[in-house]
């Protein structure tokens, strides 16, 4: 899933080398469960004629992951010149990770795979390669995750280096096991009845780190289609409002209104259609300036006010009164004698998001004229 979001992003920003390398991150990851899967395994067993060299291949599939990972932490971490050299030294030394890991597997029965025990020569020095690599890899990765934690400003980055963080002390306790596997088995003993948990710091830990890494992204695309809901929503919420002022100044569109429908079904985003709708719905409040009467503003807000409202709704349902009121003047040629300013003059928003907020509420407390002559409002 991890992999899969982050492609969409990739088609875009291939040259953001944290971005490719976190994408990698995924995939070795991917690669290597499923490598490990018993069906996958023995396929890759008899198709290459290898008893249990899926094994080392799932492997590999890890000291990768530890590779893009720690790397994409030193490109969070230090400026890009800084970041290459590192991320240069840890593909070397995942390389030669990878190569000692065959280099030893060509001298080991394969059965020993085949029960995860720690038995010859050589099947120490396979997992001894795996497991400093690994300790050595999530160590780093612990260590400057949790330093870049306390550095951040964003809430859910900071969590999610947290959760990094404490996935990659959990995947330590795999490597301590194991270790304590190798030297019990130096003096005679075993450690065997801690392997099932050994599994469980390894599995558990991949899980949290992977979690960690993920969380941003899952975020950022939870925050992207609420952000899609939310325009589609308002952009039907202001509807009615600027029905009103484009049939009484069909001027303010300067171009067709877009189906809110085709746009729903065709999944697009509608931000520069809400844009525009904020826009219109301003001008023909300007429009219709010519039209406000004071008297209409006076008794909106003394009656409102009586009603317990407070800014921003009191303004607001002033407004929508004056909207209404100036509309049936408008229809009806009768300028106003004592002109007045939109009541939301005294809440002016600053932004184009405050402006937004401001116009819901107006357009919550409006109801057009009863009487108001329409004009075809483009599909």
Request: charged fraction near 20%; include cysteine; proline fraction near 5%.
């Amino acid at each position: 899933m991890g992999f899969l979001f982050l492609l969409r992003d990739l088609k875009n920003n291939r040259k953001d080398r944290a971005l490719v390398l976190l994408s990698l991150v995924f995939l070795s990851s991917a690669l290597s469960f499923i490598i490990a899967l018993p069906p996958i395994w023995k396929q890759i067993d008899a198709a290459l004629g290898v008893p249990s060299i899926a094994v080392p291949l799932a492997q590999s599939c890890v000291m990768l992951v530890l590779v893009f990972q720690t790397s994409v932490v030193a490109y969070w971490a230090f400026p890009p010149a800084e970041a290459r050299r590192r991320s240069k030294i840890f593909g070397i030394a995942g390389a030669a990770a990878i190569a000692g890991l065959f280099a030893t597997f060509s001298q080991i029965d394969p059965d020993d795979f085949s029960h995860f025990l720690v038995r010859g020569t050589f099947y120490k020095a396979y997992l001894g390669i795996y497991i400093a690599a690994y300790t050595l890899a999530q160590t780093y990765l612990a260590v400057k995750c949790w330093q870049q934690a306390r550095r951040s400003v964003n809430s859910w980055v900071t969590a999610s280096l947290r959760i990094i963080t404490v996935g990659a002390v959990i995947t330590v306790g795999q490597s301590v096991i194991r270790t304590a596997d190798l030297v019990a088995d130096a003096f005679g003993s075993s450690a065997d009845s801690w392997l099932a948990l050994a599994w469980l710091c390894g599995d558990a830990g991949a899980l949290l780190t992977l979690l960690g890494y993920f969380l941003p992204t899952l975020v950022d695309r939870a925050r992207g289609v609420y952000g899609w809901a939310n325009d589609h929503y308002v952009y039907k919420r202001l509807a009615p409002l600027w029905e009103a002022l484009y049939a009484a100044t069909p001027s303010i569109a300067a171009v067709p209104a877009e189906s809110q429908l085709r746009s729903l079904v065709q999944l697009r985003p509608i931000s520069f259609s809400l844009y525009r709708r904020i826009t219109e719905i301003r001008d023909g409040m300007i429009e219709l300036r010519p039209y406000l009467h004071a008297d209409v503003r006076e008794e909106a807000e003394h009656r409102h006010g009586t009603q317990g409202l407070k800014d921003p709704d009191l303004a607001a349902a002033v407004v929508a009164e004056q909207i209404r009121q100036a509309l049936a003047s408008h229809s009806q040629k009768q300028a106003a004698v004592e002109l007045t300013e939109y009541a939301d003059a005294r809440v002016s928003p600053e932004t184009t998001d405050e402006d937004k907020h401001l116009l819901l509420r107006i357009a919550r407390y409006f109801t057009p004229p009863p009487a108001q002559v329409t004009t075809p409002v483009p599909s």
